[in-house]
């Protein structure tokens, strides 16, 4: 096992989950107008999304895979591409963090778990981004690909849940600095381009 491909990988996605995005500016909003239960439950909903992402994505994979190896290959360049054409759409997007664009009617704990939920697995992007991301970062040649999989999965729904949870935690506090900081979103929006960059570059060569 190559612990260091695993650490990479949970630094590149902290850095990813940092940086603003629907789900975590979505988060973030649900916070600040209904309170830290509310944004637990909108996350908790997103996470439980990405579940289903990470089974489509290692058991679908992993069978294509293991039929044709050169598919592998292929989808490290795919991976890599995609990976730099949103760094590229990243770089198109102003570097402002917009807090009253993502509005919402009141809803219960439950009803925001239900829209994270649908929100996630209802967006094929983001079984797209797994698909890019996962294959760079197999970190053991023992482990199957299928199992490798699940544990990206599970590593990054981890990680993704610490940070939207500090979001939801920290939201007045965030809300703050965002505003008393108007480079804060260029700064986020360079992390998040040299992030892709860097990844696509790491499964390449």
């Known amino acids: 096992m190559n612990l260091e491909i695993l650490i990479s990988f949970v630094v590149a996605v902290f850095a990813l989950a940092i940086s603003p995005g629907p789900d975590n500016i979505f988060v973030l909003v649900q916070s600040l107008r209904f309170g830290k239960k509310y944004g637990f439950a909108t996350v908790l909903g997103l996470m439980t ?89 197999l970190f053991s040649d023992r482990f199957s690909k299928t199992y490798q999989f ?9 990680v993704s849940l610490v940070v939207f949870s500090s979001i939801a935690l920290l939201s007045g506090f965030l809300k703050r600095y965002i505003e008393g900081h108007k480079n804060a979103g260029k700064f986020l929006k360079w992390l998040q381009i040299i992030v892709f960059v860097g990844i696509a570059i790491f499964i390449l060569f």
């Open 49 to 137: 999304g990405c579940l289903i992402h990470t089974a489509l994505v290692a058991f679908g994979v992993s069978l294509l895979i293991v039929r044709h190896e050169f598919l592998f290959t292929a989808l490290k360049f795919f991976g890599a591409g995609y990976l730099l054409y949103l760094a590229y759409k990243v770089y198109q997007s102003p570097g402002m963090i917009d807090l009253s664009s993502a509005k919402s009617s009141p809803k219960t704990p439950f009803q925001l778990f239900q829209q994270g939920f649908v929100m996630n697995v209802l967006n094929p992007k983001v079984s797209l981004f797994f698909l890019a991301l996962f294959p760079g970062f």
């Open 150 to 158: 699940i544990i990206l999965g599970g590593v990054f729904i981890l």
